[in-house]
């Protein structure tokens, strides 16, 4: 029983083959350069193969890695219909999908309805599926949906507060992104805290952010938005911002309206305020050395992940446990700190020495006497992919 997870990006593609009751990884790999001319990283057991082989479309990417999986040196499966089903990762499912479902035509014209709101992704995930249809005949495809899991917030916190017509003819909402990140890491939170009625934050802190709070298992509301450009300082996205500024930007740069959203989605962000990287270890270097912008710039990040917990707190009504997670959230414990220093008044201290200890296992940072627990859950969105599909798709 194995479950190949893709993730099809418009010139990248990344996949996993995995047992999806156990979670065993069988092997994982990376395409890159589609189109252009053809990356492949592939890896089993930890051991990573690097090959530059041509991939004229997304269609030679899959089959190379298939054929590398059943008949390369280091092969997994005899064949490729030891593969029971694939699950794609989809980012935008509207309000239509709140949960994973198996494709059928009626899905795709949904998700090629979506293409407006996600126009960077949503094509390219179409098209994953469509190959692997066409490569892998017969054998059921789900897609998994970014927004599915914050299809649960109430109105009041979905909206915005434009007229209301936009929202009922042309969905302008709050749809929130990270969703399986976000739903499996407050799922493990749970556990560790052992309890159903619990409050969660969860902060995925990537090269894309977000914050989610999470009662009793349920998105209540998120910081990214209509598109993931909202919320939180990213590495090339600038976040919340007024409105304002796209005029203003506009009319001194004489940037168009989607020039001006690719400033704030590219050029923006960590990148934008510090002038060196979308990267934070660059950052934190530069700051360790002195650099004030870079210090400006980490302080920003730490500031607007603090406003976010605050308010959400107060969303939530109390927080039992804060999370972080993602390539940041969990490796930067001075990132963490900064976030959790100062919030003793809501219960919140963080063990600094604890904070500091690095390993792949989820993990409590917090003080004994601290009312709030702070995690570091490492994520596992593929994890979640196949496991969706598994059960979909099992008899
Ligand atoms: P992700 O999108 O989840 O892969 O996360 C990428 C981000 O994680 C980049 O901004 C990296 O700089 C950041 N990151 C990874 N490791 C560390 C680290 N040890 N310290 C600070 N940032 C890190």
Not at 48 to 63: L, Q, R, V
Not at 323 to 339: H, M, P, Q, S, Y
Request: aromatic content about 6%.
């Amino acid at each position: 029983m194995l479950i190949l997870v893709l993730n099809a990006g418009s010139s990248s593609l990344k996949y996993q083959l995995m047992n999806p009751k156990d979670g065993q990884v069988k092997a994982t790999g990376l395409c890159e350069r589609i189109g252009i001319d053809g990356r492949l990283v592939h890896e089993v057991e930890n051991k990573k193969t690097k090959k530059d082989i041509s991939m004229p479309s997304h269609k030679e990417a899959i089959e190379i890695f298939l054929d590398i999986l059943a008949n390369g040196e280091e092969k997994v499966i005899d064949s490729i219909e030891e593969i029971q089903a694939i699950g794609h990762r989809v980012v935008h499912g509207g309000e239509y999908f709140s949960s994973s479902v198996v494709v059928n035509e009626d899905v795709i014209e949904k998700l090629e309805s979506l293409i407006p709101l996600a126009p960077l992704h949503n094509p390219a995930n179409i098209m994953g599926v469509k190959i692997a249809q066409q490569i892998m005949p017969g054998k059921p495809n789900v897609a998994v949906f970014d927004t599915a899991f914050h299809q649960t917030m109430e109105a009041s916190n979905f909206m915005y507060a434009v007229p209301y017509e936009d929202y009922k003819d042309h969905g302008v909402r709050k749809y929130g992104f990270h969703g399986t990140s976000h739903y499996y890491v407050s799922n493990e939170a749970k556990k560790m805290l052992n309890k159903d009625d619990s409050k969660v934050i969860v902060c995925h802190l990537g090269n894309g952010s977000s914050v989610c709070a999470v009662k009793d298992g349920k998105s209540i509301d998120t910081s990214m938005g209509l598109t993931p450009l909202e919320g939180l300082v990213m590495g090339t996205r600038s976040g919340d911002i007024d409105a304002g500024v796209l005029s203003y930007l506009m009319d001194k740069k004489d940037m168009s309206a989607q020039e001006t959203v690719n400033y704030l989605n590219k050029k923006s962000g960590l990148l934008g305020v510090s002038g060196i990287s979308s990267d934070l270890r660059e950052i934190i270097e530069a700051s360790e050395n002195g650099d004030e912008r870079a210090k400006t710039t980490i302080d920003m990040k730490c500031n607007r992940i603090k406003k976010y917990i605050c308010s959400y707190a107060g969303v939530l009504e109390g927080v039992d446990a804060i999370c972080f997670t993602a390539g940041i959230g969990e490796n930067a414990d001075l990132i963490r700190e900064k976030v959790c220093s100062g919030l003793e008044f809501m219960g919140v201290e963080i063990d600094s020495e604890k904070n500091k200890i690095r390993n792949d296992e989820n993990r409590e940072i917090n003080k004994e006497s601290s009312k709030t627990k702070i995690y570091v859950i490492p994520t596992n969105e593929e994890f979640v992919i196949a496991n969706d599909t598994y059960n979909l798709v099992k008899a």
